[in-house]
Every structure is written in structure tokens, then in C-alpha cells.
């Protein structure tokens, strides 16, 4: 009878414990790589002169090689690091702490196995050191961990502690005496949570984690009608190469090959088979296969080939590779990488003649692999404008007048600067923080390459696609099989010869690189996310294999038998369709946003600020738990967070003369230091008339006065400071200290209260629209990350948006499968990819966890005819109940599922 009285105790009284507690727990986590007085590059595996070397600064010395990724990988891609004889480096976070007591500040640096590498944290306020501790003169990795052991060295933490006063404060890291061995940190958490223990790059329980089952139960209406938007109308793909959907593949512009053959009888399949796979098996390929006309990959009729302009491909009049063009009208492209070509003042002219004149039509463009053009083309260092904005404008016009002059150097003759609508930059980092900008100054095709252990690919394909979109263009995937610095490749010999000299760096092997389930995955993603192409860096190379030992074929390699799956999938299915992505993020054309790139900072010129923030914060939200998932150990199925609201979301930017393409999408939620003129006002205006839903931040309200015609509100300059909120004004969860401007209804509602007379979140009719405003300084608490209210509007404005929900055992996803939804001609998609179960590092094969399958149940209001799952082709039962159709799937680790459903 007790032990019942107290469960029924805590039953009712539960909640008031832990809601009456004094106040959430405080963790501020910083990657010290953003700090002020960082600057340039720092590394160690060259030698001991660079791991010694004072730069009388700290320096990025991430991303990580070898040793990094092995232990996991740096927290959030890089980290900071100086040399052993350094005695005299600062640098420095301005932070705000929300209230005065005790705090811990944890710090994630290299330990070297018996060696010091002495630094020391400080925390100053007014020009007084407040607090401050050395760290790195005491082991705090046993000597004998496995990473002492292997690298002799290895992360580890250690912290600092005392009392800090409340408000702004700055947090430094001085260098002021040599070391032993150089000093690499990591990150940084500054927390009041004494029980709290780090471990590896995980970061702590945020206190939005906890938000994403809150809904609101009133079933008020959120969203505007949407009655008369023209949902989708920008979302058709242009065809490329004469084809929906192709993939390019490079072959030998060798003039003596070229000169040997049959210009008359050449087709194109027999240009595949000479280039078919490397050249250490070249010789066995062709033995193998000698008149075999449907051999895997090559006979595939969406193939596209292109040329190197390293090998200065010759289009003359005369030339073999020029009449071969003319004669077959193929589409090709030309690959820039580190090309120098040789031509002369006959050839290069004539080249050029040809690529504007009698095969313009052919020529698709050249492909710059991670980079923004030709080699050595850039478009200036150091800001370039007093803002991002200017600094992007006058940015564009650099390269544009630089890569000009670079064709016309090459091609010695004048070239037009119109000539940049050939360019295809295929970037890796700072491709999201360019997308647009590159479609802006004329480019008709932009690409991105993903790295395996870039956070996160649906993100870079949301500002790919959503910049397509905007402006009338397309996207593709530079494919490379990369983790870090170690790459697949399937030849006889490694690329880059292994043992102890190529200890630290460049691992290039069979074993080495991505798992053969993200390469397939890789494809399903980019094809059913929009790629008009995929474009193979490494050409057919990894494709096939002459394994031994013993004497056995030449047969695909698992990338190749990866890739004809791909293939057959995509003859089968009837129509990808367009993908359904009924949420914009509306971004300052001059965002710069990148929170992965070699300098960090922004542009490669300006620091990270509060925009910034607010935009990787509504990211983490949007693609949840991938904040949570990227303090894992990486994988590189990492790189696919599995976000609970699905793939919906693309990226839009406030060009004046693009706006109208918000009208494709039911919600726009706009974020960071967008500027609005009375062209957007306009737009807007007409946008809610037809039943949009517009999200806004106050700041945004506040540096855009004409926006405040829509909230519904009067916003004050009075700000409060708050540590619990409510969705209903009934129960309050406590959160991290936040700031809120106070704001005075006139006509909108409240959907959530910081306290019973102060709203957080509001909603005001516009025509059929809706216009939601959130009163929180750029989304965030004092601990710089998501506020608590953001997963709960997000709930909400998602609600129903599209046509189809996905459970598991019965529950919503909660980061299970990473899905998305396609549009088809007569039905609908939906993909299921389980980034589960598959645990590979960067050297090594890949070890499944069989247990980590996902039972899916699909379920739908729509009325369906058929449904049919297509990568093992197969009809799928369908189960009706009410108004409900629901089909039940099964996705193995490491899989993807494809459903089409034709509806009535």
C-alpha cells in the first residue's frame, strides 16, 4: 500500500518537482576554430619544424587526417592548433554567461603521450581576469590508451573551474610559454552541470532536445489556407544533355588515339569501352570482353562523356575529336582540375570557335572540381565590401573578370565575360554559401561534391536545389568516394603507396574511404532529390576490379555493382517525379553561411555572427538530431542525418527580382539579415493574400520596419529575460536564461507565453495568410542555441504538410530513416534510407550491425490504387482503415527503400 500511495504521489506531483527546480542547467559550447585571432594554417604531420614552428598566433589545423578521423573525428570539422615553441598566441569569444555562481569550462585538446603542451584559459570582464587556469601540463589520456599507444597522441578533456560574474564577458586562450609538443584545441563547454561528464565530441543535453513532442492540442489553425498558391510551380527540372537524368563519365581527348580510329563507324559505346576502367587492367578488360556490346555500365544509355582540358583537347576543323562531335552531336563536358593546357595560337581559337560555334549546343559546360574555376582563378582575399552583400557583389565581378582572362590566356583569343554561364563550380565547403550567387551571375548548371564527413548532405542539397529553383537552372553531384583523406580505389596497385610513409596522410586503397552502402545511398539521394547528373571524379576507374590473389576476371568492383543497381533502379521506375519540399528558407543573398570550410570564416572573411547562429540553429531544428548525431563518432553515414520532418526544405534568397518564388511554397520562414525593399513588400503582401505563411524573427521585424504592417503586433525596444516558456500559458518548461523583445498585441493571437502577459510566438491573419513572429533575439537562449519553442513552431507549421506520415513502432520518426517525398505524374514517392547499422572507418571494411533493420509503416489519406517498392522491385499489400491507406516495409541497415504509389 506504501510503495502505491507513492507512486500516485509522484504521479500528481511529478511534474512540480521537476518544473519547480531553480533553473535548467547551462552549457555553452564553442568550437574555438571561430575565435578571434585565428588565422591561418597550422599542421604537424609534415615534421617536427612545422609542429614546432611559432606563428605568434593559433591557426585552423583541422580538418583532421589519419589520426583525427580515427579517434571520431574533430568536433564540428576542425579545431585550432600552434606549435611547440609558441610563447606568444591569443585568441578570444566574446559570451554571456545568464547568471553569477560556480562553472566548469571543459576543454577537448590533443594530449601527447609524456609530453606537455602547456595553454591557459581565461575569462576576462572589464579588463580584469575573472578566471583563469593552465591546462596541458598533466597527462589526462592514460599513456597507455590505444590512440597514446598508435599516434602518440590523442584527444582528451579537461577542465577549469570557479566563479564567473553574470553578463558579457571574454573567453581567451593564451599561449605564453613553449612546450613540449604543439597545442591542438578542440572545443569548448562552459557548464554550472557538475555532473556532467564529456565524452569524445558529443555535445550535452541542449535544453531544446527535450521540445519535439510538444504539439498543440487546440487544432487552431497555424498555417494560412494556401488556397490559391501556385504550390510546385518552379519545381520542374530543365533537361540537361537532352535527358531528365544522366551521368558523366570522362574519356581521353588523346589526339593519336583519336587519329587511329574510324571517325565514320566510332560510336559512342566504343569511346566508353576504351575508357572503360584504369589502366592497369585495361588490357585484360578488352580481352575479356572483346565484341561484347551490353557490357555493364557502359552500354547504359544515360551516360554522358567529357574531356580533360589538361590533355588540351583539339576541336580544330580538322582534328578527329571535332568531326567525331560534329558527326554524333553527343552532349560532352571538359574537366578544369589543376589543367594547364598547351595551345597554340592556331588551335586555342579555333577551340573556342567551336565550343560558342558549330558544337555550342553539345557543350554542357566545364566541370571545376572543388573549386570556383579554372587553376588559379580566384576572385579576391580579405573583405571585399563593407558587408557580405557588397563583399559578394564585388566578388562575382572578380571572377567573372578573372576567369575571362583565363580563357582568353588559354584559348588566345578574346573571350566574352558572358563565357561564365559555362562554368560548372562543383564545391565542397562554401558550396552552400555560393549556390546562388553562381546562378545569379549566369551559370545554367552548379554542382556540389560531399565529402563523407561533411555535416550534413541534405542541407547542401537544399541550397543546390532550392538555388535551381529560384533561378530557372540545374544541379548535379560531383561524386567522389572521399572520407576524409582516404578514398576507394579498386587497382592493382594503392594510388598512393602505403606502409609507414604514408603513416599521418593520403590513404588511398581498397579499404579505404566510404562504405560501399553511402556510395549506393549517395546515388538514391541525389537522383531523387533533383540531380539533373552525377558526375564521377574518379571516371569508370573504381568501377572495375581484378581481384586476387589467383588468377580471377576482370568483374565490377562493390562501387560498380553499386552503380548498376543505381542504373537498373532507374530504367524501372516510371517518374522520379519533382521533390516535394513545401517549406522555403529565405536567406540575405549575402549570407556567406558555412559552417564548414578551411578558414572559418564566413566568406573566408568575416567572423561568425549572430545571423550565423540563428541559421545553423533553425538548421538543427529543421534536420534534428543531426546536432545530436554529429557529436557521434563519425561514419560516413553521419553525413545523412536522418531528419524527423523529412527532406521537405529548400533555400531561397532575397534577390528582388527572384521573389516571386516563394509563391512555390506554403511556408516561408525567413532567417538571419534578410533585407526586404517595397518590391518584396509587395510580393509578400500578395503572398499572404493568396493564403502563404511567412515566419519571422523580431530582429528581422526590427531591421525591416516595413514588415511590421504583417505582425499583427507593436514590437517595443524593452526586452525581458526569461528561463521557462509555454506553449498554452498553463505549463511552463524551464529552459536556459533567454532575452525577449516585449511586444503589444493589436490583432494577433498568442501561440506561446514566456510568462501569462509576454508572448514568444504569434500568429496574425493576413488575407488567407498567416504571419507567425517569434519573439526571441535570432531563435536562441543565452546558450547560443535552439530556443526551446523553435521544435514546437516547427511541429506545427510541418503539421500535415504533406500528404504522407511515417511511424515506427508506431511513433513518429524520431531520427530512424531519413526520408523524402517526390511529386510523380501519377502518384507519389517516398524514399526510406536506414543511415543505421553500418559502422566503417576510414581505413577498413565496414562492420553491419544486423540488427539495426527499421520497421516502417507508411501511412496516407490519399486514396491509392497500387503501391509498389522499386530498388527490389516488388507490390506492396495495402491496409485501409477509414480514411487511412497505410503499407507496412522493412529497411535492412544501411538500405533504402523506394515506394511508388499511383493514386486515384
Known amino acids: 500500500m506504501k510503495l502505491k500511495i507513492l507512486i500516485l504521489l509522484f504521479f500528481f506531483f511529478g511534474n512540480f518537482l521537476v518544473f519547480s527546480q531553480e533553473k535548467a542547467h547551462f552549457y555553452l559550447w564553442l568550437e574555438p576554430e571561430w575565435f578571434e585571432g585565428v588565422s591561418g594554417n597550422f599542421a604537424y604531420w609534415p615534421g617536427p619544424d612545422s609542429a614546432k614552428?611559432?606563428?605568434?598566433?593559433?591557426a585552423i589545423a583541422g580538418p583532421g587526417i589519419s589520426a583525427e578521423w580515427s579517434q571520431g573525428g574533430e568536433s564540428e570539422w576542425n579545431s585550432i592548433g600552434a606549435g611547440s615553441d609558441e610563447t606568444n598566441a591569443e585568441c578570444r569569444r566574446e559570451i554571456f554567461i545568464p547568471s553569477a555562481g560556480r562553472y566548469r569550462i571543459w576543454v577537448r585538446y590533443v594530449d601527447h603521450r609524456n609530453l606537455s603542451e602547456p595553454f591557459t584559459v581565461a575569462i576576462e570582464k572589464s579588463n580584469n581576469i575573472v578566471l583563469q587556469g593552465e591546462l596541458g601540463k598533466n597527462d589526462i589520456v592514460p599513456d597507455n590508451d590505444e590512440y597514446q599507444l598508435y599516434w602518440g597522441f590523442s584527444f582528451g578533456w579537461a577542465y577549469i573551474e570557479g566563479e564567473?560574474?553574470?553578463?558579457?564577458?571574454?573567453?581567451?586562450?593564451?599561449?605564453?610559454?613553449?612546450?613540449?609538443?604543439?597545442?591542438?584545441v578542440d572545443a569548448i563547454c562552459i557548464t554550472d552541470d557538475f555532473q556532467w561528464i564529456p565524452y569524445g565530441r558529443e555535445k550535452p543535453q541542449f535544453s531544446y532536445f527535450s521540445s519535439f513532442d510538444i504539439r498543440d492540442s487546440s487544432k487552431r489553425a497555424w498555417r494560412g489556407s494556401g488556397k490559391q498558391l501556385n504550390t510546385g510551380s518552379i519545381w520542374k527540372r530543365p533537361p540537361v544533355a537532352g535527358k531528365d537524368f544522366s551521368m558523366w563519365t570522362g574519356v581521353s581527348a588523346n589526339k593519336q588515339w583519336w587519329s587511329s580510329q574510324d571517325i565514320e563507324n566510332l560510336s559512342l559505346y566504343d569511346v566508353f569501352f576504351e575508357n572503360a576502367c584504369g589502366s592497369d587492367i585495361k588490357n585484360d578488360f578488352k580481352k575479356q570482353f572483346p565484341k561484347q556490346k551490353d557490357i555493364p555500365i557502359i552500354s547504359w544509355d544515360k551516360l554522358v562523356s567529357g574531356f580533360y582540358l589538361g590533355e588540351t583537347p583539339d576541336l580544330s576543323p580538322d582534328s578527329p575529336l571535332r568531326k567525331w562531335l560534329e558527326k554524333t552531336g553527343v552532349p560532352f563536358y571538359i574537366l578544369t582540375n589543376y589543367a594547364n593546357p598547351v595551345y597554340n595560337e592556331n588551335t586555342g581559337p579555333a577551340t573556342y570557335q567551336a565550343l560558342t560555334g558549330p558544337i555550342a549546343k553539345q557543350f554542357l559546360g566545364y566541370i571545376h572540381g572543388e573549386t570556383i574555376g579554372t587553376s588559379g582563378v580566384s576572385a579576391g582575399e580579405g573583405k571585399l565590401g563593407e558587408n557580405r552583400r557588397q563583399h559578394l557583389d564585388n566578388w562575382a565581378k572578380n571572377l567573372i573578370k578573372n576567369q575571362t582572362e583565363a580563357w582568353s590566356k588559354f584559348y588566345k583569343t578574346t573571350v566574352s565575360p558572358q563565357y561564365i554561364e559555362k562554368s560548372i563550380p562543383c564545391l565542397s565547403v562554401e558550396s552552400i554559401s555560393l549556390a546562388h550567387l553562381f546562378h545569379h551571375i549566369g551559370m545554367k548548371i552548379v554542382g556540389?561534391?560531399?565529402?563523407?564527413?561533411?555535416?550534413?548532405?541534405?542541407?547542401?542539397?537544399?541550397?543546390?536545389?532550392?538555388?535551381?529553383?529560384?533561378?530557372?537552372?540545374?544541379?548535379?553531384?560531383?561524386?567522389?568516394a572521399n572520407f576524409g583523406d582516404a578514398c576507394n580505389y579498386f587497382t592493382q596497385e594503392p594510388v598512393v603507396p602505403r606502409g609507414a610513409k604514408s603513416w599521418f596522410h593520403s590513404k588511398y586503397s581498397i579499404t579505404d574511404g566510404v562504405s560501399i552502402s553511402w556510395y549506393r545511398k549517395f546515388y538514391y539521394l541525389n537522383y531523387l532529390s533533383g540531380a539533373s547528373a552525377i558526375f564521377w571524379e574518379q571516371s569508370l576507374v573504381n568501377q572495375w576490379i581484378k581481384p586476387g590473389p589467383g588468377n580471377h576476371p576482370v568483374q565490377l568492383s562493390p562501387f560498380g555493382r553499386a552503380t548498376v543497381d543505381f542504373q537498373e533502379f532507374v530504367n524501372r521506375i516510371p517518374d522520379r517525379g519533382e521533390p516535394f519540399t513545401p517549406v522555403a528558407f529565405l536567406l540575405s543573398y549575402g549570407h556567406g553561411y558555412e559552417n564548414v570550410n578551411y578558414t572559418c570564416k564566413m566568406l573566408n572573411a568575416f567572423v561568425q555572427d549572430k545571423n550565423d547562429i540563428e541559421i545553423r540553429e533553425l538548421f538543427n531544428v529543421a534536420w534534428h538530431p543531426s546536432a545530436i548525431l554529429e557529436g557521434h563518432p563519425h561514419t560516413p553515414e553521419l553525413s545523412m542525418p536522418s531528419g524527423i520532418y523529412g527532406n521537405i526544405f529548400d533555400i531561397l534568397v532575397d534577390r528582388p527580382e527572384?521573389?516571386?518564388?516563394?509563391?512555390?511554397?506554403?511556408?516561408?520562414?525567413?532567417?538571419g539579415d534578410v533585407v526586404f525593399d517595397n518590391k518584396w513588400i509587395s510580393v509578400i503582401e500578395d503572398y499572404l493574400r493568396k493564403g502563404g505563411t511567412i515566419v519571422l524573427n523580431v530582429e528581422a521585424v526590427r531591421k525591416n520596419k516595413n514588415l511590421s504592417r504583417f505582425t499583427g503586433v507593436k514590437i517595443t525596444d524593452e526586452t525581458k529575460i526569461f528561463n521557462r516558456w509555454s506553449p498554452d500559458g498553463k505549463k511552463y518548461f524551464l529552459c536556459v536564461d533567454y532575452p525577449v523583445y516585449v511586444s503589444k498585441l493589436e490583432k494577433a493571437e498568442i501561440l506561446g507565453f514566456a510568462d501569462e502577459q509576454t508572448p514568444i510566438i504569434t500568429r496574425n491573419a493576413v488575407g488567407e495568410g498567416a504571419v507567425i513572429c517569434i519573439f526571441v533575439p535570432h531563435l536562441v537562449g543565452f546558450d547560443e542555441r535552439a530556443h526551446p519553442c523553435l521544435p514546437y513552431v516547427m511541429n506545427m507549421l510541418t503539421e500535415n504538410i504533406t500528404p504522407f506520415e511515417i511511424f515506427v513502432s508506431g511513433q513518429r520518426l524520431n531520427g530512424e530513416l531519413m526520408y523524402l517525398i517526390n511529386r510523380t505524374k501519377d502518384g507519389w514517392i517516398v524514399a526510406l534510407f536506414n543511415n543505421q547499422g553500418i559502422d566503417k572507418t576510414q581505413n577498413g571494411i565496414a562492420r553491419v550491425d544486423r540488427r539495426k533493420y527499421v520497421d516502417a509503416e507508411i501511412k496516407t489519406q490519399l486514396k491509392i490504387k497500387s503501391a509498389k517498392e522499386y530498388t527490389v522491385p516488388r507490390n506492396l499489400s495495402i491496409e485501409k482503415s477509414n480514411e487511412t491507406s497505410s503499407v507496412k516495409i522493412r529497411v535492412e541497415p544501411g538500405d533504402v527503400q523506394v515506394i511508388y504509389f499511383v493514386t486515384e
Open 53 to 58: 614552428k611559432s606563428l605568434n598566433h593559433w
Open 658 to 671: 527572384r521573389a516571386e518564388a516563394i509563391f512555390s511554397y506554403p511556408v516561408v520562414w525567413v532567417a
Open 164 to 184: 564567473i560574474p553574470q553578463g558579457q564577458s571574454i573567453l581567451k586562450l593564451i599561449i605564453n610559454k613553449p612546450g613540449e609538443a604543439w597545442r591542438q
Open 448 to 480: 556540389y561534391e560531399l565529402d563523407a564527413t561533411n555535416m550534413h548532405a541534405p542541407v547542401r542539397i537544399a541550397f543546390q536545389r532550392g538555388a535551381a529553383r529560384q533561378y530557372d537552372g540545374a544541379w548535379i553531384n560531383y561524386a567522389s
